[in-house]
C-alpha cells in the first residue's frame, strides 16, 4: 500500500513537472516574452512624470493656439480680409484643427492619462526579472521536479533507498511555492495586469493611426498659421502679437514634433509586441503557475515520505 | 618596224611609274575620309571609333545614330537639378508624402505648408553639397544626424528641406546595399535600397527596392548621349512615427561618371 502510494506520488510529481516544463512552449512564450521585454524597455522614456507633464503642457499649447485660430478666422472675416469662403479655401489645414481640436484633445489626453495611471504599475513590472528569462522560470524547475521525481520511480523500480530524493522534491515544492513571494509577483503581477488592460484601448494599430492623423493635421495648420494666415493678417494690417499663443506654439513646433514623433513611433513600433503580450496567460495569474504546482509536488513528496520508513541507521540506511 | 629594246625597256619603265602614281593617288583620297570620324569619337575613342569608321566606309556620310555613351551600370554621381514651380507646374526633383492607403498617382498626399510650390503636395528638392546622388558609394549621414531640435543634418545628397518646421534630410546607409544605377537603351533602375530619410530624431529607410528585397526598384529614363535624367521611386515606410505612409522621390539631372 504504501509503495504504492509513493509511486503514485512520484508519477504525479513527475506530471506536474513536465507540465511546468512545457507551459512555456504550450504558451509561446518562448517568441512572446521578450517582446514584451522589448516594449517595456522602449516605453521607458515616456512612463516618467516630467515626460507626461511635458505633453501635457504641448497639448495646453496647442488648445490656446486652436483658440486663437477661430478667433483669427473670425477677425479676418469679419475686417473683409477674407471672404469666409475664401479662408475655407485657403486655411482648410487650419479649419481642420479648430474643427477636429476638441476630439484630437480628448483622445490624446486619454494616451497621457493612461500612461500617467499607469506609472506605478509599469514600475513595478519593469522591476520584474527581464521577460526574456520568464520562460525559463517555468522550464529550469519544472525540469528538476520531473527529473527528480522519476529518480524517486526509478528507486521504487530498483527497491534502492530514495528518502533524500523525496525530501528533495519536498524542497522543490517549497521553493516553488516561495518563489512568487520572492520576486513580490503577488504584487507586481497584477500591477502589470492592470497595465496591459489599461494600455489595451491605445495599443491598436487603429489608434496608432489616429495619433498619426492627428500630427499631421497639427503640422499641417501650425505651418499654415506660421506660413500663410499669420502673414495674411499682418499684410491686411492686423498684428501678429494679437495671437501671442499662435507665435508661441509655432516656436515650440519643432519641440513637439521632437517629442511627439518617437512617442508615436513607440506606440506604433509596439503594436505587435503588446499584442503579443496581451496573448500570454494574465499577469495576475502568474504567481499561481507557481505556486499550485509548488503545493501539488510538495505535497505528494511529503505524503511518500510519511509513507516511507526513515533511517534506521544516523549513517544513511533508507528504506525502500 | 620593231621597236629596239632599249626603247621597250622604256616604255615598261613608264608604265610603271604611271601606276605607282596611280595607286599613290589612290591611297591618298582614303585617309581623307577616315580622318573625319576619329576627330567625331573623341567621346570614346576606344570602342566608338571602330564603329563609325566601318559605318563611315559603307555610306561615305558623317554618322547620325546618337553614340551610345550611358549603358550599363553607370557609377558616379547624379547630379540633381533644383525642383521649382512656376505656373503651376513643378519642374525638376522634388519629394511627396503619400498618406497610408493611397497612391504614389492620385495621393491623398500629405501637404506641406513650407513648401514654396502653391500645391504644397510637393517638396522641392535642390542638390547636397556632393551635388547629387552617388553611385557606387555611401553618402552616409552625420553623427550625431540631428540637431538639438530633431532637424535633419544631412546634406550630400539634396539640401535638407523643410516639412512641417522640421528639415528632413537624406543620406544612404552604408550598411546597406551600395546604391546602384543602371541603363538599358534609355531606361534606368537599379537598386537604392541604403536611400534614407531622417527627420525628427526618426530614421525611415525609404529605399527601392526595400533592403529586405520588397517594394519596387527604381525607375527612369537617362538620355544615352547627354546624360540627362529622370529617376523616381516609391518607398513604404515601415515602423516608427510614419509606419504606413510611402516617400515618392522624384530626382532629375545629369549623370556624370566616375573619372
New interface residues.
Given amino acids: 500500500m504504501s509503495a504504492r502510494v509513493r509511486r503514485w506520488a512520484a508519477t504525479s510529481a513527475l506530471v506536474v513537472g513536465i507540465g511546468l516544463a512545457a507551459a512555456p512552449a504550450a504558451f509561446q512564450m518562448f517568441s512572446r516574452a521578450p517582446l514584451g521585454g522589448t516594449m517595456i524597455d522602449d516605453f521607458r522614456p515616456y512612463m516618467r512624470t516630467a515626460k507626461i507633464d511635458s505633453f501635457r503642457a504641448h497639448m495646453d499649447e496647442i488648445d490656446a493656439a486652436a483658440t486663437e485660430a477661430t478667433d483669427l478666422r473670425t477677425t479676418m472675416i469679419a475686417d473683409g480680409a477674407l471672404t469666409a469662403e475664401d479662408y475655407d479655401a485657403k486655411y482648410g489645414g487650419v479649419n481642420t484643427l479648430t474643427a477636429d481640436w476638441a476630439t484630437i484633445d480628448a483622445d490624446m489626453g486619454d494616451l497621457l492619462d493612461r500612461m500617467d495611471t499607469n506609472m506605478g504599475n509599469y514600475a513595478a513590472v519593469a522591476a520584474l526579472p527581464p521577460f526574456p528569462m520568464f520562460p525559463w522560470f517555468f522550464v529550469l524547475p519544472g525540469v528538476m521536479v520531473a527529473a527528480v521525481a522519476a529518480s524517486v520511480l526509478w528507486s521504487l523500480r530498483q527497491g534502492t533507498p530514495h528518502r533524500r530524493r523525496l525530501w528533495a522534491l519536498a524542497a522543490l515544492g517549497v521553493a516553488l511555492i516561495a518563489a512568487p513571494a520572492v520576486f513580490q509577483m503577488f504584487t507586481r503581477a497584477p500591477k502589470g495586469a492592470d497595465m496591459i488592460d489599461s494600455f489595451r484601448p491605445m495599443m491598436t494599430r487603429e489608434r496608432v493611426q489616429d495619433v498619426q492623423r492627428y500630427f499631421i493635421t497639427l503640422g499641417g495648420a501650425e505651418g499654415q498659421l506660421r506660413v500663410g494666415l499669420l502673414p495674411a493678417y499682418e499684410a491686411a494690417g492686423g498684428d501678429a502679437a494679437d495671437y501671442p499663443a499662435i507665435a508661441a506654439w509655432s516656436a515650440e513646433w519643432p519641440t513637439i514634433v521632437g517629442e511627439f514623433n518617437p512617442m508615436i513611433a513607440t506606440m506604433s513600433d509596439n503594436v505587435d509586441n503588446f499584442q503579443a503580450v496581451d496573448a500570454l496567460p494574465p499577469f495576475g495569474l502568474f504567481p499561481w503557475f507557481f505556486v499550485l504546482p509548488g503545493a501539488l509536488v510538495g505535497g505528494a513528496a511529503m505524503l511518500a515520505l510519511r509513507q516511507t520508513d526513515p533511517p534506521t541507521q544516523p549513517n544513511e540506511k533508507e528504506t525502500s | 618596224m620593231k621597236a629596239s629594246r632599249p626603247t621597250t625597256r622604256l616604255l615598261v619603265a613608264t608604265v610603271g611609274a604611271l601606276s605607282l602614281f596611280g595607286a599613290a593617288c589612290s591611297d591618298d583620297d582614303t585617309t581623307t575620309t577616315t580622318a573625319a570620324p576619329t576627330t567625331e569619337a573623341a567621346g570614346d575613342p576606344t570602342t566608338t571609333v571602330a564603329d563609325v569608321e566601318t559605318t563611315m566606309a559603307e555610306t561615305t556620310v558623317p554618322a547620325t545614330d546618337p553614340m551610345v555613351m550611358y549603358e550599363g551600370d553607370l557609377v558616379g554621381l547624379f547630379s540633381i537639378d533644383a525642383g521649382a514651380c512656376a505656373d503651376g507646374a513643378v519642374t525638376g526633383s522634388y519629394f511627396q508624402m503619400v498618406?497610408?492607403g493611397g497612391t504614389a498617382e492620385a495621393g491623398p498626399f500629405?501637404?506641406?505648408?513650407?513648401s514654396a510650390c502653391a500645391d504644397t503636395n510637393y517638396s522641392l528638392l535642390a542638390a547636397g553639397a556632393d551635388g547629387g546622388l552617388m553611385t557606387g558609394a555611401a553618402q552616409a549621414a552625420p553623427d550625431p544626424a540631428f540637431d538639438a531640435?530633431?532637424?535633419g543634418l544631412a546634406d550630400s545628397i539634396v539640401a535638407p528641406v523643410t516639412f512641417?518646421?522640421?528639415a528632413f534630410a537624406a543620406a544612404t546607409d552604408p550598411n546597406e546595399a551600395m546604391p546602384m544605377v543602371s541603363a538599358a537603351d534609355g531606361v534606368l533602375t537599379g537598386d537604392l535600397s541604403a536611400f534614407t530619410a531622417y527627420?525628427?530624431?526618426?530614421i525611415f529607410n525609404q529605399g527601392a527596392p526595400k533592403p529586405d528585397g520588397s517594394g519596387a526598384a527604381p525607375t527612369g529614363t537617362i538620355d544615352p548621349e547627354t546624360g540627362v535624367y529622370t529617376l523616381e521611386w516609391t518607398s513604404l515606410i515601415v515602423?516608427?512615427?510614419?509606419?504606413?505612409?510611402t516617400g515618392v522621390w522624384h530626382l532629375e539631372g545629369t549623370f556624370a561618371p566616375n573619372g
Avoid: H, K, W
Avoid at chain 2, 110 to 114: K, S
Avoid at chain 2, 199 to 202: A, I, V
Avoid at chain 2, 239 to 245: A, H, R
Fill in positions: 498618406m497610408p500629405i501637404g506641406n505648408a513650407d531640435t530633431g532637424n512641417f518646421a522640421v527627420y525628427g530624431t526618426g515602423g516608427g512615427s510614419f509606419d504606413g505612409f
